[in-house]
């Protein structure tokens, strides 16, 4: 699959920023061209995972050095048939990926979408000796067309059509190829409102070639409304029910699953709070070990201040319930303090943010009967102990020149355990030169 991929590259590349026929023009029935973009970059990703293994502490550290070339193409200025290019290559020492995007979208008065249609192509290969272990090569294709009535206005009513297809070179129980088809209506917002929502209803099939008894149907619901788009304070309100039917229940059960997030921005003195709320729940026809109902509750409220001289900084508590039933060790409620700075000076911007804070563990193993007998190793069934966390978060960067640029980020959390055997940490670290053409 790589060498077309390869080759459709080397054709656009070839065809550099010479327009096409016809000049750019504010006029809808004139010509247009295609505005090309090329970018190279340079970048090193390391991910580092420490964590207790059969008592005995064990660290995982993988890492890449790669080199990724993209393209870009879009048309210019206003015009009825506006197109979309993205092809990209990355060269890296763990992986190789292709990936290669497309769109086109109809606008009769060179403004407002009546028709759009997308599509994508990504693939990867793991060289020989990398260090990721349980993955496999493979192919994802994915397309969706959407058909707007009356797009001008308040309000729209839009069809979509979507289609997914991933296979994996050598498939497992993790990593299943599977074909979907799916279809929604949707009533949403027209491009001259003053806010953006969406209200619509989904349907779509998915079939697992090889495991054809997890099979799904997939029935949803969906909604989304945000009135601070353009003033940057009022609310952003989201959510989804999705009923996922399994073709056969011995295998996984069917279930009702719910998300739900809530933002409000209120301006306050020379800065803003920002409430924020998400909610997750699941519900299954059968409870099993691997399955079970649950339902979690995360929020955060975080003041913004700042804003001066390209300075800002951020302070709030973030808390976290999540509960898996009442025989579940998996149950805990969470607690921390999120403080964090910002700036943005000229050719450099920065970020780094610090949430300290303590997970609770609220399950209560029933006493052993007397006449058990405990195995060898096995003293404690405890699976899960309280915590203390940290959670530090990095970003960074440098506009060298106009063309020239340097990306940092970084992200560490330790894990400060009741039980010392327990303690765990996870780290990321990237760093990316880019060159703009």
């Known amino acids: 699959?790589?060498?077309?991929?390869?080759?459709?590259?080397?054709?656009?590349?070839?065809?550099?920023?010479?327009?096409?026929?016809?000049?750019?023009?504010?006029?809808?029935?004139?010509?247009?061209?295609?505005?090309?973009?090329?970018?190279?970059?340079?970048?090193?990703?390391?991910?580092i995972q420490r964590f207790p293994l059969a008592g005995v502490d064990t660290t995982e550290t993988i890492s890449e050095f790669d080199l990724v070339a993209t393209a870009e193409a879009r048309t210019a200025g206003r015009a009825r048939h506006r197109w979309r290019l993205r092809p990209e290559l990355s060269f890296g020492t763990e992986l190789l990926r292709e990936g290669f995007e497309a769109g086109w979208q109809y606008r009769p008065d060179s403004v407002a979408t009546v028709l759009r249609c997308d599509a994508s192509w990504h693939g990867r290969q793991y060289r020989r000796g990398t260090g990721y272990s349980l993955s496999s090569d493979l192919r994802e294709a994915r397309a969706e067309t959407r058909a707007t009535l009356s797009p001008r206005g308040g309000g729209a009513f839009e069809a979509r059509l979507t289609g997914w297809r991933l296979r994996y070179a050598t498939p497992s129980t993790l990593e299943l190829d599977h074909d979907e088809l799916g279809g929604g209506v949707y009533w949403k917002s027209g491009h001259d409102?003053?806010?953006?929502?969406?209200l619509g209803a989904r349907l779509a099939r998915r079939?697992?070639?090889?495991?054809?008894?997890i099979d799904r149907t997939v029935a949803g619901l969906t909604g989304e409304l945000d009135t601070a788009v353009l003033t940057g304070t009022g609310v952003r309100l989201f959510w989804r029910s999705e009923r996922r039917s399994i073709r056969d229940e011995t295998a996984r059960p069917s279930a009702w699953s719910h998300w739900a997030t809530a933002a409000w921005l209120v301006p306050v003195g020379a800065g803003r709070i920002?409430?924020?709320?998400?909610?997750?729940?699941?519900?299954?026809?059968?409870?099993?070990?691997?399955?079970?109902?649950s339902w979690r509750l995360a929020g955060t409220l975080l003041y913004h201040g700042g804003g001066e001289a390209g300075w800002g900084w951020l302070a709030g508590p973030a808390v976290e319930?999540?509960?898996?039933g009442p025989d579940s060790p998996e149950t805990f409620n969470q607690a921390g303090l999120r403080i964090g700075a910002e700036a943005s000076l000229l050719t450099l911007g920065g970020a780094c943010t610090v949430e300290l804070g303590r997970?609770?563990?609220?399950?209560?193993?029933?006493?052993?009967?007397?006449?058990?007998?405990?195995?060898?190793?096995l003293d404690t069934l405890d699976l899960y102990s309280d915590f203390t966390y940290w959670a530090i978060w990095l970003s960074a960067s440098w506009s060298v020149t106009g063309r020239l640029a340097l990306d940092l980020s970084a992200n560490w959390q330790p894990e400060q355990h009741a039980?010392?055997?327990?303690?765990?940490?996870?780290?990321?670290?990237?760093?990316?030169?880019?060159?703009?053409?």
């Open 193 to 198: 409102a003053e806010r953006y929502f969406t």
């Open 1 to 47: 699959m790589r060498p077309p991929l390869i080759c459709t590259l080397i054709c656009l590349l070839g065809a550099g920023r010479a327009p096409a026929a016809g000049a750019a023009s504010a006029s809808p029935g004139a010509a247009s061209r295609l505005d090309w973009t090329f970018t190279t970059s340079a970048g090193y990703d390391t991910y």
């Open 207 to 213: 079939a697992y070639p090889d495991s054809a008894a």
């Open 419 to 437: 039980e010392a055997a327990d303690d765990a940490a996870v780290a990321f670290a990237s760093a990316r030169i880019i060159w703009r053409w």
């Open 359 to 377: 997970r609770d563990y609220t399950f209560t193993p029933p006493p052993e009967p007397l006449s058990s007998v405990p195995l060898p190793g």
């Open 321 to 324: 319930r999540f509960a898996a």
């Open 274 to 293: 920002e409430t924020d709320l998400q909610g997750e729940v699941w519900r299954y026809d059968t409870e099993t070990s691997a399955w079970f109902d």
